[in-house]
Nanobody
Framework: QRQFVESGGGLVQPGGSLRLSCTLS????????MGWFRQAPGKEREAVSC???????YYEDSVKGRFTISRDNADNALYLQMTNLEPGDTGVYYC???????????????????WGQGTQVTDSS
């Protein structure tokens, strides 16, 4: 089973910034809808931001205006630029293929693990 590789997390002060990356060798991120999900301590995993294959975006209300999702076909990577971080942003962040139709839904491809290892984002306050 294949899985995406997330990176870029860390310990950050409130108001700080991070850029998360998601890659997978021999996988073309531009061909699929992709998204970022967060699992905060004691909570269910939720969609944070998603990008459809056609370029439509979704942002969870609490991150609107602070997070930006993007992909770079040359780097074959999906990114999440996080700015003005808040304590509520703490959690493990995962990327995955998605379907975006109003809401963003996690849809793993055949041959893929449901989730990768994720990358931890922690507010230092």
């Amino acid at each position: 089973q294949r899985q995406f590789v997330e990176s870029g997390g860390g310990l950050v002060q409130p108001g700080g910034s991070l850029r998360l990356s998601c890659t997978l060798s021999e996988f073309t991120v531009g061909r699929y809808g992709m998204g970022w999900f967060r699992q905060a301590p004691g909570k269910e995993r939720e969609a944070v931001s998603c990008l459809s294959g056609g370029g439509d975006t979704y942002y969870e209300d609490s991150v609107k205006g602070r997070f930006t999702i993007s992909r770079d076909n040359a780097d074959n990577a999906l990114y999440l630029q996080m700015t003005n971080l808040e304590p509520g942003d703490t959690g493990v962040y995962y990327c995955s293929t998605i379907i975006l139709h109003g809401r963003c839904r996690h849809v793993p491809l055949p041959g893929f693990e449901d989730w990768g290892q994720g990358t931890q984002v922690t507010d230092s306050s």
